[in-house]
Structure formats: C-alpha cells, structure tokens
C-alpha cells in the first residue's frame, strides 16, 4: 500500500547503498526532485538503470552515485554529449562506470517482462549489429513453432522504481498521462516503487476509462513535490525547460563547474518544501 | 533565390517522403526533413516518434524526441513498449529517417563510440531505437553531414545494420526489409548499387563538383552511370523550412532548429 511520506524519508527508507534503481521517464515526467534527494543523501554503488540516462543520470554519475548503468541511449536530446557519463567512460571519473548497454527495444522489452514476471524478454532484433559482442546479457534463441532466430534479454527487475506522475488521490492511488514511456512497467517490474506527484487531489475527476492509473496497493511510496520533474516537463502543469537542457552542455562539461553546479543546486538546497 | 548546403540536405531529404508514407522519424536532421515534408507535398504522411507519438504533427521542431508538442499534437500517444512492439516489430512502419555518427559505403551507422569500446576516444549516445528501426521499418532513409570523419571505410562499431559490413550480410541473415536506399548529405545523394549494396552518388546538389564528394568521404566513392543535379530548392520549399526554424528557434533557442 502505497502511504504518502516526505520525500527524504523515502529516499532514505527505499533506496539503499549498492541497490539498483531505475528513476524513468522517456523525456517527460522524469523524477529529479528524487534523483536529486539520492545525491543529496550520498548513495554510492547504485546499478542505476534507465532506457534514456538524460541530464539526471549524468548528474547522479558525476556525483559519485552509481558503479553501474544499463541504458539504451545517454546523450543530451537535441543537443549533444553527456559530459559526466562520458567523462566516467572515457577517464573513469569520478569512478569506473561498468556499462550494460541495449537498445531501446530491448530496454522496452526487458521491462515489460520484469512487469509480466517473466525470466527474460524475447523480440526480433539486434541481428548484424554489435552490441552482442560485447553485452553477454544479449542472446539468441529459435522460435520453437517456426525455427526463427530471437533476440532474448533478461527481465529488468530493479530494487526500486521511481517515477514522477501529475496527481495522487488521497488513497495514494497515481494517474500519469501524456508520453507515459516506460513508467507503468518499471513500477510493475520494481521490488519497491516511489513516485513523486505534482499534486493531491480528492479525485481524479472525469478521465478516460483507460488512464494510465497505477493502484496504491502497487507502490510503496508516494510523495508530493510539486516541479519535482523540472527541467523536464509535466504535461498539463510545465513545459520542458529546453534552455536549461542547452546551458547544461556549458555546465557539465568540465569537472570543476559540474561540481559547483551540484554544490549549489543540489548539495546545498534542501528538499522541495512540500 | 540562394539557399545554404544544409537547407539544400534537408530538403532534398523531405523529398523523399511520400504522402502515403508512416515514418519512424530520428531527432535532429531526419525530424526537420520530415516536418518539411509533412508541410509541403505530403500533407498526409504519417510521422510517428519513438516517445510514442503516432500521427503527430508539430508546429516546431522538437528538441528532444519527447517534447510535450509532438504528444499535443499527435492522434494519440502510446507507451514506448506499444511503440516498439506493435507498431515497430509488427511491421507497420514504412520508412525509418535517420542519422548517425558514422556510416560506411554499405548503410551500416555506428552511433556507439570513436575507438574501441572498452576504451573509447569518444563515447557517443549509443543505439536508442536505431538499430531495430532499421531492421523492423520497410526501407531506410538516411540523413547526414558530409565530412570524411563520419564517412569512413570502416565504422569503429556497428550499432545500425545496413546492408552489412561487405555489403551482403542483410541478406543472409534473411531481414526481410530493404534496409538504406537513400543516403542524403550537404553534397549529394547516394543510392545503393541493386547488385554489392554500395552506396553510389545519384545526384550530386547544384554547384558541388564530384571532387568535392571525393575529397569529403572516407572511403573511394564511387558514381553511378549518369549522375543527375538535384533539382535546387523552390521558393515555397525554402519558406517552409524556414518558417518552420524561425518559429522553432522563437520557441526554444537556435539549437533545435538546425
């Protein structure tokens, strides 16, 4: 049953050093109010799990979060590098980054068989290419009806989702819409679950029977922290800040003003008062 | 009327698309082709972006391959599993636009590093929907700036299968789509050869000279039989996509208006 907390109780209480965790959201939605809290409270060793590894993974690896990431595409959408995931490939800075790499299909597929609580994923794909050879979590099996070649992954089954909705009712039940991405599997594939909310509400009101609608009784945590997606966006409630995704390139791009960054927008700001 | 080499790439890109056309369509280039295509002579195609939305139809180009405006404006929206699933595996996607760091003269793109992979000079974002938009999509567009650096002879990784390292391997593995058949750069614009795949200059755009293509790929280019002039950019063209930039520019910086 999903119970409403403070966002750094719940941080405290759900994520755990060496844990992995999956923060989602395909461009929209994404939980940096959360992300941030985990740097905030200094988790190390995380496997930190994300199809899209945008500019708050690139925060929680230059912070010293994560000893791990699997991920289908990490760059800057429309505008380039990831400074610090590159700097943690390319010179292993601030540490080592073992990297478990996909593509999107296989991420999708992957959490969609954590969800199901199935042991692997099977889709046609990665045939001629690369990343097989150097991801052994990539293999190949026959279609037992028809003979074809597949392409299998395991299930993605993170320690914890967290994921940022537009609203909760006072049952803690949680309605997200607009690019829901890959948020709804991720919850269903997680041993535990935290999702922050741009707001309450006494009822969903009216909405289209099929609303994207996870049931409390499937989260752990829900907590509210109104803007807790920016610079990302809320459908309905904030648009994307694209500037601050362009001056993030200028930002992250050397060691020192990152860290300067995290110091004063992360390290030295409290929570979001709820 | 004058015009830039990168206005003469993207629309000579847009052209490609048919009005009947779905397309898959990457962010950066291949999304201001397909925008441009949308709004002059294929009112009716269909673009669908991997965030999941289907028959959207953007008043500016998006930054990321998520905007809020691409769902706004969309038929409906569908989770990334749906989108991958369905309607990419499934088979309903006619075209696939995109782009690259690196291509060889086969169609093959490595979007994953410069260098080895365990040590890479330059770690790039990596395969995102690529590599099963260009096995699951009917054929495969192409859209990339020409310089011999992402124009090699042999790609550090293959992240995108094309027609295969020499040429023939897509069709061994039996991938029943056509893979690339259009290649478009800021100079020109490459079909494959229908017997080794290789990518051949069809068309080189007005005022490139063969020896500027020579000189801007990796590899030996090759020229087909009768290498034809693209037809230069009409007026209306022109003031579409730069409409579209200047409102896209007004809406979010000059980045993403490119």
Redesign the interface.
């Known amino acids: 049953m999903g119970s409403f907390r403070k966002l750094s109780e719940a941080i405290a209480s759900l994520v755990h050093d060496g844990d992995s965790v999956a923060l989602e959201g395909f461009t929209h939605l994404i939980p940096f109010a959360a992300g941030h809290e985990i740097i905030r409270q200094r988790r190390r060793g995380l496997t930190l799990i994300r199809m899209t590894p945008d500019l708050l993974y690139d925060q929680m690896i230059g912070a010293g979060c994560a000893r791990k990431l699997v991920f289908s595409w990490g760059g800057n959408p429309g505008v380039g590098s990831l400074h610090r995931f590159r700097d943690a490939v390319e010179k292993q800075w601030p540490a080592p980054l073992e990297l478990e790499e996909h593509s999107h299909a296989a991420m999708a597929n992957a959490y969609t068989a954590g969800a199901a609580g199935m042991p692997c994923a099977i889709f046609r794909g990665y045939q001629g290419v690369d990343l097989p050879s150097v991801n052994s979590n990539i293999r190949f099996l026959a279609c037992p009806f028809t003979g074809e070649s597949l392409a299998s992954v395991p299930a993605l089954r993170p320690d914890v989702a967290v994921i940022h909705a537009q609203k909760a009712d006072r049952q803690g039940n949680v309605l997200l819409e607009g690019i829901v991405g890959v948020q709804k599997e991720a919850v269903l594939a997680a041993r535990r679950s935290l999702v922050t909310v741009e707001e309450v509400v006494d009822d969903f009101g009216p909405r289209s029977p099929n609303a994207v609608i996870l049931p409390s009784w499937v989260l752990t945590a829900v907590v509210l922290a109104p803007g807790g997606a920016r610079p990302s966006y809320a459908q309905g409630y904030y648009a994307r800040d694209n500037s601050f995704y362009v001056a993030w390139d200028a930002i992250a791009k050397d060691r020192a003003g990152f860290q300067a960054w995290i110091d004063e927008h992360v390290l030295g700001r409290a929570e979001l008062p709820a | 009327m004058t015009y830039t080499a990168s206005e003469m790439m993207t629309i000579a890109a847009a052209r490609a698309l048919r009005n009947d056309d779905v397309c898959f369509v990457g962010?950066?280039l291949p999304s201001a082709a397909c925008n441009v295509a949308r709004l002059t002579h294929a009112p009716g195609v269909t673009l669908i972006y991997?965030?999941?939305?289907i028959a959207t139809r953007p008043r500016v180009l998006?930054?990321?391959?998520?905007?809020?405006e691409?769902?706004?404006t969309a038929l409906t929206?569908v989770?990334?599993?749906e989108?991958?699933?369905y309607w990419?595996?499934g088979g309903r996607i006619t075209v696939g636009f995109l782009g690259g760091a690196q291509v060889d003269r086969y169609g093959n793109l490595n979007s994953?590093v410069i260098g080895s992979?365990?040590r890479?000079?330059?770690?790039?974002?990596?395969?995102?929907?690529?590599?099963?938009i260009a096995?699951?999509c009917g054929r495969v567009f192409i859209v990339m700036r020409h310089h011999p650096r992402a124009f090699v002879p042999r790609l550090d990784?293959?992240?995108?299968?094309g027609h295969?390292p020499t040429g023939r391997?897509?069709r061994a593995?039996g991938?029943p789509t056509a893979g690339p058949v259009l290649l478009v750069t800021d100079l020109c614009i490459f079909e494959p050869d229908p017997e080794t795949n290789e990518f051949l200059v069809a068309a080189v755009h007005p005022g490139v000279t063969c020896r500027e293509v020579r000189e801007h790929t990796g590899w030996s280019v090759r020229f087909a039989a009768e290498v034809r002039e693209t037809e230069p950019p009409a007026a209306g063209e022109l003031e579409v996509l730069r409409e579209l930039q200047a409102r896209t520019a007004r809406?979010?910086?000059t980045?993403?208006a490119e």
């Open positions: 962010i950066g991997e965030s999941g939305a998006p930054l990321s391959i998520g905007d809020g691409l769902c706004e929206t989770s990334v599993p989108m991958f699933r990419l595996q994953t992979y365990r890479p000079t330059v770690r790039l974002p990596g395969a995102g929907g690529a590599t099963e096995a699951s990784f293959v992240t995108t299968l295969g391997e897509r593995l991938i809406a979010h910086g980045a993403a």
